[in-house]
């Protein structure tokens, strides 16, 4: 009876570790996409439209890509051998990783069609909009990077998988601390600036606390699901 008990446990951890390794492949595209973002978001102000084109669409490329990883993720939670609640768990973990492509696909777009068809006008208080900006991309890159830490050490080891998940949590407090002073800022500014240009700046904001919200979100998922396997 043990001996059958046994094999079992091994197949739905052979399952578990397979999956694990496949939504780690959605979060190195992931990766590509905030740091193409990054790169975005620096080159905003100086207009440069065909360097942003090009950033966007390869942010595209790689949404695309996880689309196809995650159609097939989704077909072995369904189809696999795991139980009904890890299931559950996998499938809000696969579906956060593909939010932060999406989030990220959508924020270049708006950031190609702001300098395209539309304008941001220079001046000392954008310019301190746009670095605490950068600061916020920079440390979604580093939660986007330990995300893919924790997915790595999921099965290896509960105890550093845990401080990873709370740095996560760290960086993600950080984050809303800088996204409240970007909404002041913005607000602070507002007569000065046109309607698009307001609009566009808030967007951006909580697009990127959006994908960092993602971030913990998977962390807390891989967290209960290596405790529901202990």
């Not at 496949?22 to 190195?28: A, G, L």
């Not at 970007?182 to 700046?201: G, N, R, T, V, W």
């Amino acid at each position: 009876m043990f001996d059958i008990l046994e094999k079992v446990r091994r197949i739905f951890e052979s399952g578990e570790r397979i999956l694990f390794g496949e939504i780690s492949k959605v979060v190195d595209l992931a990766l590509v996409c905030v740091k193409s973002l990054k790169n975005m978001i620096l080159l905003e102000l100086k207009g440069d439209i065909n360097s942003l084109k090009t950033l966007a669409k390869e942010v595209y490329e790689m949404e695309k890509k996880a689309d196809d990883l995650i159609l097939g993720i989704t077909l072995k939670i369904t189809r696999g051998a795991l139980a009904t609640g890890i299931r559950e768990n996998f499938l809000e973990l696969s579906q956060k990783t593909d939010n932060l492509l999406d989030y990220s696909h959508f924020a270049s777009r708006e950031i190609v069609r702001m300098v395209q068809f539309s304008e941001l006008h220079a001046s000392k208080e954008m310019e301190r909009l746009f670095y605490r900006l950068i600061k916020i991309a920079e440390i979604v890159e580093k939660s986007v990077e330990k995300l893919k830490e924790l997915l790595n050490i999921a099965q290896k080891s509960e105890e550093k998988a845990i401080n990873l998940a709370m740095e996560i949590e760290r960086l993600e407090e950080e984050i809303d601390e800088l996204k409240e002073e970007c909404l002041d800022d913005i607000y602070s500014i507002s007569s000065k600036l046109s309607f698009h240009e307001f609009h566009h700046l808030t967007t951006l904001v909580h697009t990127l606390d959006n994908i960092s919200d993602c971030c913990e979100d998977a962390s807390n998922s891989i967290i209960t699901i290596i405790r529901s396997l202990t």
